[in-house]
Every structure is written in C-alpha cells, then in structure tokens.
C-alpha cells in the first residue's frame, strides 16, 4: 500500500542547533515533493518545493533534499530559533494532476 | 493572509442540522480542494476541482456535497453528519500547472454533536 512516513514523536532541539527532519514513502513515484509549515490552529503554510531530478533546494535557513533510490526527504533548520516551532509536513505528487498527498508531520520545538 | 479566507472559522452542528462552509479565493488560481485534517491524522484529500470541473471525489461519503459555482468560490455542504466527522476542514487553491503550491485557508472547525 501507499505510505507516507513522519516522525511521529515531536523533535526537541537547543537554539541554534540543525533540526532534521525525515519523509519516507513507499509506493509512489513522485515528480516532487513539497514541504510546509503549520502552526495551531492555522492552515499550512508552503515553504520548499524539490523535483525528482533535484538533490537539493535551499531557501535561506531551509534545506531540502530529496533521494529517490532511498524513497526519502530530508528537512534541515539550520541556526534553529524558537520561533521556528512549528509542525512541519511533507506531501507529495501522487501522480494524479494537482493531487497531493500529505503525510501526518512532524512537531518541532526549539527551546532557548 | 494567504488569499484564500473560509468562513465560519467555527461551527457547531447537531446530526441532524444542514449547514455549509464557504471558500473564497482572490488569486486568480483555477485549482481549489477540500482537505479534511483531523488530530494526529494526515490531511485527507477530499474534492479538488480544476477550472470548476470536479477532478477528485477520493470515496468520500455522500452526507459531505460539495459545490464549486466558478473559480474563486467553493462551498462544502454538511448534512446528517457524524460525530467522528468532527474535525478541521481546510479549503486551498492552486495556479493550474502541475506541481504549484497550495495556498491554504485558515479552516474552519467543526464539531458534530
């Protein structure tokens, strides 16, 4: 079966430290991955986007990567401050047009 | 302010009641989807319509209607609901080519009784 895979158990990290976070797959072949960003009680919040043919994607202190043999996603937060926490979710191109598939997230905390 | 504004951000219904959510969008995307989130669940993709046409009804049950009357609206009908519908009903909308982003609503939270 199709399956989407976060770290369930909330990620605990010290200000300025790298958080990683992992998106496992199995069962899909994804044209790309995207990854977003989701407070209480708000809606998510797009941050990065990676294809296939991409290693890696980075926007200021976000970094993306995207293995395809491994059927993997690595999230990175490098210089973490508290106000980076948050649940992150990584969702992808199921491979029906604009249907995207999310997995459950991973709650991150960044404690000063 | 992503540009896409749902209202009621809240609602409580008995099982009996009727009622409707509503999204709008104002960015000129074509795409909009109804996702269910509900705790400790992955977001669960309901409807996605394309140029108002629906392209996705991912088996979800008939007392759910949903409507899309143009682009930049979208309506979720309730009626006869159940108490494990309870949950966080996220409207999003997307640019038409493949791969965009999604631009999430706020949501609105439902709570059967």
């Known amino acids: 079966s199709q399956k989407i895979e976060q770290n369930s158990e909330a990620l605990n990290i010290q200000e300025g430290k790298t958080a990683t976070l992992t998106c496992n797959y199995t069962?899909?072949?994804?044209?790309?991955l995207q990854w977003y960003r989701q407070d209480p009680g708000r809606g998510p919040v797009f941050l990065l986007l990676?294809?296939?043919?991409?290693k890696e994607k980075r926007k200021e202190r976000l970094k993306v990567t995207f293995d395809t043999t491994l059927k993997q996603s690595l999230f990175h937060v490098t210089a973490s401050q508290p106000a980076d926490s948050a649940t992150y979710l990584c969702?992808?191109?199921?491979?029906?047009?604009?249907?995207?598939?999310f997995g459950a997230g991973t709650r991150l905390a960044v404690h000063p | 302010e992503t540009g896409v504004t749902q209202t009621p951000r809240h609602l409580v219904m008995g099982m009996t009641n009727k009622k409707s959510l509503k999204c709008e969008q104002h960015?000129?995307?074509?795409?909009m989807y109804w996702y269910k989130q509900s705790a400790k669940k992955p977001l669960e993709l309901m409807f996605v319509?394309?140029?108002?046409?629906?392209?996705e009804n991912n088996s979800v049950p008939s007392r759910f209607s949903p409507e899309c009357p143009n682009s930049s609206h979208l309506f979720l009908h309730l009626h006869t609901l159940q108490p494990e519908d309870s949950a966080l009903y996220l409207c999003?909308?997307?640019?038409?080519?493949?791969?965009?982003?999604?631009?999430f609503g706020e949501g609105s939270r439902l709570t059967v009784l």
């Open positions: 069962n899909y072949s994804p044209a790309y």
């Open positions: 990676i294809r296939e043919n991409e």
């Open positions: 969702a992808l191109d199921s491979g029906g047009y604009n249907k995207l598939i």
């Open positions: 960015l000129g995307h074509n795409a």
């Open positions: 319509y394309n140029f108002k046409e629906q392209t």
């Open positions: 999003a909308s997307s640019p038409p080519q493949s791969g965009g982003e999604l631009f």
